[in-house]
């Protein structure tokens, strides 16, 4: 069964894409000249903040063996001693470029328009080049896509760039390369070990790495059959495929010691998003916000709000960036933020992770606008942008804070006019986002803004449940209104059909919520009960169909993932010539014909990182009995804390939940933001 959480080898997090296992293709940028204008603006700015930040600590004199080669190397490249391609080893022969690192679209809008299509003349001789290496001729458009002009020829000479194209395993790549390359090729070839090495960080960033440390990087290198794992990491960074960091780590010990540091290994991308936001996070912090409205006006609204509420207002009259934390019933404290500043005549936004989300806050302000992270970023919700591209906000509170990726943080900061506040606001015990980084959880850990803790517990049987698991007790609690209600099961095929029963008959009935507010959650896509099984069960007793267009019929429930890590839930309206059309948030979103196979799945169930964002009047967790590995705390806490007014729980894990609530933290993720914010905020860490 497939897990939401990375393994010993990095790997994809389960992120809501498709049955297959091949993730959605990245969102594209929007063809609106303002938003295009302010797009670049802001890459502009990771550029000019990248020029002018410092050189790398001198730190490392001690080190020796792989990690004091690597750290030299970087250094002399830097100096401008010696160039990339010739730091490692001076008579290695010429070799062609690296290719450019692909780099993250900006967020568009939902249904926008997918990328353009590679040329046909291009996907032709990608085809004839995959067909003579025995791979299937359905790879070239993907292939041309990702590898860009001469992706023909760049196939021929380095077969094992095949690995940059969505889904392609190593093994397919060694198969494809010994078809085209016969005996030139083995385990050790250069190429291969290059390749490996951005593959494997690549695994990792959907995991929630930002960077690998050099040891687990070497190792996982190695467990994939290259026989010199550091030589490949060598050969990657001199031709800079990857990027190499030390960072300081603790204090040296005397004055002739030196500075521990730890050798890191990256993607550019992840390192420029990592980096632009311990920027951004910094202008916020170190500058005053504007005081639009007096200092009387905030005290006021101060006190006349309750508790913890109240303190949230006095931090944000004050401070550039605020975090706050809480559960469900704590989202009326930034609720009461909100209302405040607008009274105020402030320009005063939200931003939600989904649109489920969006909906469900909105109802709680009353003036403030409401959106979703992607639609303000894109321009397709929000306030829009003034003439220089930032965000026409004075207030800026993200919801669901702990879903935010180094990449999409980035883009917010760098979004933010000098001057705005930001508050960030979430629960600390949900699952962390599927991309890179741990953005909430590192900036609690670095102390360096204001936080406020709720002091607003989620009420009733569900609230004393789920406040329990957070704090890694799984308590029996009294639900007289049937509000919490456990299902043994003994095996799959058990648990699959008393999951159907709950949905289709007994919540209905004994809880009066209807099965289309009833949401299944599930660990993972593949195994005996996972989606696709449940998926499968639930369609054939609810809406039972010939599945006309890729296996859908109209009232089908859906996610449609439109890029990795969003997943939004919908149904089938129709289809046409087209595409598939779904109902999304209110909306109507036309998904063209192949794309449907990659983006949309039925959805009656969902894994829990596909549904964090969002709530249901019911929901029923299934935890068979081969889902023990992939349960953890943060998943049981998330699953559960989905559901509104009644909560089933299928369970077949024995005493396995309650180990993994007692024993099974958030596995942890390698991240740079503590040590990039240290020097630029003062106190940060202490």
Same mark, same amino acid.
């Given at each position: ?45 990771? &550029? ?25 190397? /970087? ?84 077969? +094992? ?68 794992? &550091? ?65 009387? *006006? ?7 709000? *309750? ?25 009326? &404290? ?14 005063? +936004? ?101 936080? /406020? ?19 890694? &007790? ?41 099965? *289309? ?22 369609? *054939? ?18 996610? +449609? ?29 036309? /998904? ?11 959805? +009656? ?82």
């Amino acid at each position: 069964m497939s897990t939401p959480e990375t393994p010993e080898e990095p790997r994809s997090a389960d992120d809501g894409t498709p049955a297959d296992g091949t993730p959605a293709e990245g969102a594209q940028v929007s063809e609106a000249e303002a938003e295009l204008a302010a797009q670049r603006l802001e890459r502009e700015r990771i &550029e000019r903040r990248k020029a002018e930040r410092q050189g790398p600590i001198e730190a490392g004199t001690k080190l020796s063996g792989t990690a004091a080669e690597l750290l030299a190397a /970087v250094r002399a490249v830097e100096s401008g001693e010696k160039p990339p391609a010739t730091v490692f080893e001076e008579a290695r022969p010429a070799r062609r470029p690296a290719p450019e690192p692909v780099r993250r679209a900006p967020v568009v809008p939902e249904g926008s328009p997918g990328p353009a299509a590679p040329a046909e003349g291009t996907v032709g001789e990608v085809r004839e080049v995959l067909t003579r290496g025995g791979a299937p001729a359905a790879l070239a458009a993907p292939a041309a896509a990702a590898l860009g002009e001469g992706s023909a020829e760049l196939l021929r000479e380095d077969p +094992w760039q095949l690995l940059r194209v969505p889904g392609v395993r190593p093994e397919q790549a060694d198969g494809f390369a010994r078809a085209l390359l016969g005996g030139d090729t083995g385990p050790g070839d250069e190429r291969r070990g290059r390749a490996l090495t951005v593959w494997l960080l690549e695994q990792a960033a959907p995991a929630g790495h930002t960077a690998l440390e050099m040891a687990a990087l070497t190792e996982a290198l190695g467990r994939q059959g290259v026989p010199d794992p &550091e030589d490949a990491v060598r050969n990657a960074v001199a031709e800079g495929d990857v990027l190499v960091f030390q960072d300081a780590i603790g204090e040296a010990v005397g004055e002739d010691e030196e500075q521990p540091v730890r050798v890191l290994v990256g993607l550019e991308r992840c390192a420029l998003a990592e980096e632009s936001l311990a920027d951004g996070l910094a202008r916020l912090i170190n500058s005053a916000p504007k005081q639009d409205g007096v200092a009387e *006006e905030w005290e006021r609204a101060a006190a006349a709000a *309750e508790g913890s509420a109240a303190d949230l207002i006095r931090a944000a009259s004050r401070h550039g960036l605020v975090l706050h934390t809480g559960g469900e019933a704590a989202l009326a &404290e930034p609720a009461a933020l909100l209302d405040a500043a607008h009274g105020m005549g402030l320009r005063a +936004w939200a931003a939600t992770h989904s649109p489920v989300g969006r909906e469900r806050f909105a109802s709680r302000v009353d003036g403030p606008g409401v959106a979703t992270v992607a639609g303000l970023l894109s321009g397709a919700e929000g306030p829009g942008r003034d003439p220089e591209g930032a965000l026409a906000v004075d207030l800026l509170v993200v919801l669901d804070a702990p879903q935010l990726d180094v990449e999409t943080a980035a883009l917010l900061t760098e979004s933010l006019p000098d001057g705005a506040r930001l508050v960030l606001s979430g629960d600390p015990a949900v699952l962390w986002s599927v991309g890179p980084g741990r953005v909430f959880a590192d900036l609690l850990a670095a102390r360096a803004c204001p936080q /406020v803790a709720s002091r607003r517990p989620d009420p009733g049987p569900l609230g004393e449940l789920v406040s329990g698991i957070g704090v890694g &007790e799984l308590l029996q609690v009294e639900a007289p209104e049937k509000e919490v209600v456990i299902v043994p099961v003994r095996d799959a095929g058990e648990a699959v059909h008393r999951t159907v029963q709950l949905v289709a008959d007994s919540v209905p009935r004994a809880i009066g919520v209807p099965a *289309e507010e009833t949401q299944v959650i599930t660990p993972g896509h593949g195994g005996a009960v996972g989606t696709r099984v449940l998926n499968a069960a639930l369609k *054939e007793r609810l809406n039972p169909g010939p599945g006309r267009f890729a296996g859908f019929d109209p009232g089908d429930r859906v996610a +449609w993932s439109p890029a990795p890590g969003r997943v939004l839930p919908g149904r089938v309206v129709g289809a046409d010539a087209e595409g598939l059309r779904l109902d999304c948030a209110g909306g109507t979103v036309v /998904v063209p014909r192949d794309r449907v196979e990659q983006t949309v799945r039925h959805g +009656w169930a969902l894994t829990a990182h596909q549904a964090v964002g969002s709530r249901w009047p019911a929901a029923v967790v299934v935890l068979p009995g081969d889902a023990v590995p992939a349960l953890s705390r943060p998943w049981i806490y998330t699953a559960f804390s989905r559901a509104d007014r009644h909560l089933s729980v299928v369970h077949g894990v024995d005493q396995a939940l309650q180990r993994a609530v007692a024993e099974v933290p958030a596995k942890p993720r390698t991240t740079r933001l503590p040590v990039l914010l240290a020097p630029q905020v003062p106190g940060a860490g202490e």
